[in-house]
């Protein structure tokens, strides 16, 4: 049975850092390219960043730059989302998501959810004003 768990949501001032992690069951996230996405109450999934499979390559969405870090660990089959000077406006839940390609060349930037196969269940993130 395939599943991503993701897992380090929380509340969290503004300001304030979280790091989330995301867990691969049946599955060896060191394969796939992984992808975080975002989706607030009422708006559409956002992707936020991805990390590719082969050679670490990684990709973030402008608002994110410099503040957010994706890595990865393999011998924990866990990609991480370290989340720094966190606002009120990047409230929502977190998911994690498997790419369907290995090829980075195939992924449409900004990230796309068709793009992606196996979905987490997500982790809610809630920063305070």
């Known amino acids: 049975q395939v599943q991503l768990v993701e897992s380090g949501g929380g509340l969290v001032h503004s300001g304030g850092s979280l790091r989330l992690s995301c867990v691969g069951s049946?599955?060896?996230?060191?394969?796939?390219?992984i992808g975080w996405f975002r989706q607030a109450p009422g708006k559409q999934r956002e992707g936020v960043s991805i990390?590719?499979?082969?050679?670490?390559?990684?990709w973030y969405t402008d608002s994110v730059k410099d503040r957010f870090t994706i890595s990865r660990d393999n011998t924990k089959n866990t990609v991480y989302l370290q989340m720094n000077s966190l606002k009120p406006e990047e409230t929502a839940e977190y998911f994690c998501?498997?790419?369907?390609?290995?090829?980075?060349?195939?992924?449409?930037?900004?990230?796309?959810?068709?793009?992606?196969?196996?979905w987490g269940l997500g982790t809610q993130v809630t920063v305070s004003s």
């Open positions: 998501a498997t790419a369907r390609w290995t090829t980075w060349d195939f992924l449409r930037f900004p990230l796309q959810a068709p793009d992606f196969g196996s």
């Open positions: 049946g599955l060896t996230l060191s394969s796939y390219s």
């Open positions: 990390i590719s499979a082969s050679d670490g390559r990684t």
